[in-house]
T-cell receptor, first 113, second 112 residues
């Protein structure tokens, strides 16, 4: 069966510091990978998605970037965090050629102070 | 432009009764619809989906109804249980699109 991992689970970072969140998927190959953010009291905002290694699509111009160095690894980064980057970050995967359903990781709670 | 709308931010239902969560969409290209359930500080979990070739899909206590002419879908939970208290997200996509478009969610509270 497939499993998706995210770490860290929680993170408190000062404004202006860098960020690196990691997501890995087990039990499947060549998945589509997604980064979402849920701000307090808001819905799910798609930030980036990737259909293959090195292929990144950005949905929202912002202070963040994403990379996919390996087939089942997706990284969300920032060089300098802003207060507005606080939120709950979710990674998800699906087998894009097979189904629409996306499966989410446990999330990372980021607080920028 | 909010293409998927959940106009009720919250809903309270007595335990054992029916919960009905609603979702409207504007993009006529959408042909596949999904419902997710989310507990606080956890990732959403997939509940049930429906293709536009159907108007109803049932899975245990959960039933999704699709009205294409009205661009409206609803999730029925019968009977409602305390563990159903969560935020429910509606999502939509169409053939050839790798992305899901999510609504803003409805917080369901089941009252014991």
């Amino acid at each position: 069966s497939q499993t998706i991992h995210q770490w860290p689970a929680t993170l408190v970072q000062p404004v202006g510091s860098p960020l690196s969140l990691e997501c890995t998927v087990e039990g499947t190959s060549n998945p589509n990978l997604y980064w979402y953010r849920q701000a307090a009291g808001r819905g799910l905002q798609l930030l980036f998605y990737s259909v293959g290694i090195g292929q990144i699509s950005s949905e929202v111009p912002q202070n963040l970037s994403a990379s996919r160095p390996q087939d089942r690894q997706f990284i969300l980064s920032s060089k300098k965090l802003l207060l507005s980057d606080s939120g709950f970050y979710l990674c998800a995967w699906n087998k894009g050629t097979v189904s629409y359903e996306q499966y989410f990781g446990p999330g990372t709670r980021l607080t920028v102070t | 432009d909010q293409q998927v709308k959940q106009n009720s931010p919250s809903l309270s239902v007595q335990e054992g009764r029916i919960s009905i969560l609603n979702c409207d969409y504007t993009n006529s290209m959408f042909d596949y619809f999904l419902w997710y359930k989310k507990y606080p500080a956890e990732g959403p979990t997939f509940l049930i989906s429906i293709s536009s070739i159907k108007d109803k899909n049932e899975d245990g206590r959960f039933t999704v109804f699709l009205n294409k002419s009205a661009k409206h879908l609803s999730l029925h939970i019968v009977p409602s249980q305390p563990g159903d208290s969560a935020v429910y997200f509606c999502a939509a996509s169409h053939f050839g699109n790798e992305k899901l478009t999510f609504g803003t969610g409805t917080r369901l509270t089941i009252i014991p």
